[in-house]
């Protein structure tokens, strides 16, 4: 089932660099030739959500997306994604990057 995400981009691994980060032999396959953009889900906070969150001990939310479509590092996107097996990891089937 399909459920559209929003999270800021905080790291990009291009196609071509796979074989330089040590991946989940599962996140490596899913990934093959399409990018991996590590996310920190619900987009870019506030300085209130930061500090709320700080001092409430609650840590934001990291996710992973597969995509066949680049984002730049600090860009916020809005992903129609598919969970997968694999915890935190979502295959984006649309991306819309919104900023950079």
Same mark, same amino acid.
């Given at each position: 089932?399909?459920?559209?995400?929003? !999270?800021?981009?905080?790291?990009?691994?291009?196609?071509?660099?796979?074989?330089?980060?040590?991946?989940?032999?599962?996140?490596?396959?899913?990934?093959?030739?399409?990018?991996?953009?590590?996310?920190?889900?619900?987009?870019?906070?506030?300085?209130?959500?930061?500090?709320?969150?700080?001092?409430?001990?609650?840590?934001?939310?990291?996710?992973?997306?597969?995509?066949?479509?680049?984002?730049?590092?600090?860009?916020?996107?809005?992903?129609?994604?598919?969970?997968?097996?694999?915890? !935190?990891?979502?295959?984006?089937?649309?991306?819309?990057?919104? !900023?950079?």
């Amino acid at each position: 089932m399909a459920e559209t995400l929003r !999270g800021e981009v905080v790291h990009v691994v291009d196609p071509a660099e796979l074989d330089e980060y040590e991946l989940d032999a599962e996140l490596r396959t899913l990934a093959e030739s399409r990018y991996v953009l590590v996310c920190r889900k619900g987009g870019s906070p506030s300085w209130f959500e930061r500090v709320t969150s700080f001092l409430t001990r609650r840590p934001i939310e990291a996710i992973t997306l597969v995509s066949d479509d680049a984002a730049a590092e600090g860009s916020e996107v809005t992903a129609t994604v598919r969970e997968t097996d694999i915890g !935190g990891v979502y295959e984006a089937t649309a991306l819309e990057t919104v !900023g950079n």
